[in-house]
């Protein structure tokens, strides 16, 4: 009795430290006998009320149907799929708990145990492949840590990470499904608490570089296209404490090895960098599009990385997602897009799906004028509502959010075929067709011969921006 009562009190404190360990508070999926009561051994079934889904027209009320994503069909001479390229987030879709800092998780998925197991670990990653077939999507992104748990030892976390790669390799066996990209969590252990490759302790720096060094790997073995890096703890909370210079220093070294391991391993997928302005630190170094391109260009690695621009934070940094892949864009830097946007009345980071159509259409106009994101694609970086706790949410938020890409999608180039709107801005930019136009653009021309034309032409006339005819534009092809 005695020793059934201890193994008891170690099984209850085994299975809360797991808890413990993924941040999550101890209640709804950390019942101490979560792992008992569970016996059925998931092989497939996640899914069993829900049929592939299909593409039914703009006329279809069903809600489990495409209403405008039709994979196969040719929209400026390119498959819509192709242009689209959509992803599923691993970490939103299968460890989002709907817990936030004041309530427990909400979402109990019929196939969690309530541990963080490897063999929990297999049966979400079996739930995913099953998940992306029945959507019709090819592709799915991940961080390390969110397929796989760490164990004691970095040696141990690796062995787990393997076990989940090989599963991963073998459901992939015969499909299209491919990680669009991989990541490294380098945000959630308390050891990276004041930073990853801007820690001001060399065994973080050192720690961090061997789990890149890994997940790119495994990146690569799974056939991943892309490799991102957001940094979510690369900033500072006070400056105080901070030096600013060796920080900045130690990432672009950081950077560089990733691009010097990237090429060691024969890994041809694109690196990417993921601006965030702040949360979880107060500022962080990647800010927006401008600032990481400039730190890239001032560091030399501006050839080695492309941006994956997230809606949500473009709007953080107090700029549309229009204006952050713009920038990217032309700069020759837009790499792939964390599909998501923000709440209008709340100033954090809210990753719901976009479902708003002229977001979706502004978006769309920059990826056509990119020629598409290939290797690049879609991921939505998206996740439930809290209260949202049905299987079914699951597959409604992802079929609206891909809806709307895709009606952008049919929008931007019907607004791009049309042209007025593009000879709207042409005629804006007009006078510098001219021959004295060309020859200041080639930088041939000084404030001298500048200050003779002014003179010769005198007080220029006005003439307008033609913003509100532009808006109305936009809005009959919306
Ligand atoms: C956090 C965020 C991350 C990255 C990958 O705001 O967007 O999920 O996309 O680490
Ligand atoms: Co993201």
New binding site residues.
Partial sequence: MKSLLLWLAVFCYLGNSFCQEDGVIADMTCRWDAGLSESKQWNGDFFPNISNIQYEGPSSRNPLAYHWYNAEEEILGKKMKDWLRFSV?F??TFRGDGGDPFGSPTKTWPWEDGSNSVQMAMTRMKANFEFLKKLGVERW?F?DRDIAPEGATLEETNRNLDTIISLAKELQLGTSIRPLWG?A???KHPRYMHGAATSPDIKVYAYAAAQVKKAMEVTHELGGENY???G?REGYQSLLNTDLKKELDHMATFLQSAASWKKKLGFNGTLLL?P?PQ?PTKHQYDWDAATTIGFLQNYGLKDEFKL?V?C??ATLSGHSCHHELETARINGMLGNI?A?TGDPQTGW?T?QFLTDVTEATLIMLSVVKNGGLAPGGF?F?AKLRRESVDVEDLFIAHISGMDALARGLRNAAALLQDGVLTKLVEERYASFDSSLGTSIEAGEVGFEELEVKAFEWGEPTLSSGKQELAERILQSFT
């Fill in positions: 987030a970490w939103h992104c961080h990541t969590q380098l945000f991102v890096f957001w979510g993921e965030k949360e994956n997230e949500n934070h964390d998501n980071d990753d991921n970086d």
